[in-house]
């Protein structure tokens, strides 16, 4: 199991973000976390990391709790978050040998070269950050969050504000990588869902409303439909 999420509940002053959620992630799932702004999802996703703490219960990502071992859960995560967090006056690549510093990594330059292979960076490489389009930020963004080789990965909106083009290269490179680890993406996008994600858990009002195979919550309806129904709730 690489996600176990037990009865957590955040309370900020006198709102319940998060109520009661319990679920259950398998190893090399690629999960879509559904729901409307404000549902409960970048919350969710900030204790998952540790960020921030739950108000109730506990999570464990690869068998370690987020209490018990915070750093232990951290080294097996790959964050990207929604505001995606880069040093707009570094080169790609000088970028990417600080994160790999960050992490101690090992053979740094080759662990690089094999990130800017498999993000589809080559051809930016040699420029900095700021000058990059919305598609290759993101690209480098998913480079730093995958260079400690993790064992999960935690998207948070990854294609907020893509054109078109770049947002078919996005979600081909996330369904790529969740041949080999465990993905979990918020997104409040039915067809990015329907796109990349297998199963759907759709959360609002900080509760889940539903969990189950993509295809199976399409099937009959779509999810725009099921989406539009938990937003008259």
Do not use: W
Request: overall charge positive; charged content about 25%; some cysteine.
């Amino acid at each position: 199991m690489s996600i176990s999420i037990k009865n957590i509940t955040k309370i900020y002053g006198y709102q319940k973000a998060l109520d009661n959620v319990s679920l259950e992630i398998n190893d090399r799932e690629v999960v879509g976390l559904l729901g409307p702004n404000g549902a409960g999802k970048s919350t969710l996703m900030k204790i998952i990391t540790c960020f921030i703490p739950p108000t109730e219960g506990t999570i464990k990502v690869c068998g370690e709790d987020i209490f018990e071992n915070s750093m232990a859960v951290r080294s097996n995560i790959g964050y990207l978050p929604e505001h995606n967090p880069l040093y707009l006056d570094m080169y790609v690549r000088e970028f990417l040998f600080f994160v790999s510093g960050l992490y101690k990594i090992k053979n740094k330059k080759e662990r690089i070269e094999q990130m800017i292979e498999i993000t589809g960076l080559r051809k930016e490489v040699n420029k900095k950050i700021g000058a990059l389009s919305k598609g290759y930020r993101q690209r480098v963004g998913l480079a730093q969050a995958l260079i400690h080789d993790p064992k999960v990965l935690i998207l948070d909106e990854p294609t907020t504000g893509l054109d078109p083009n770049q947002l078919v290269e996005i979600r081909s490179l996330i369904k790529e990588v969740g041949k080999a680890k465990t993905v979990l993406l918020s997104t409040h996008i039915m067809q990015e869902v329907e796109a990349v994600c297998k199963r759907t858990i759709i959360i609002n009002n900080g509760q889940v409303v539903a969990d189950d195979d993509t295809k199976h919550l399409a099937a009959g309806q779509s999810l725009e439909t099921i989406f539009r129904k938990i937003t008259c709730n």
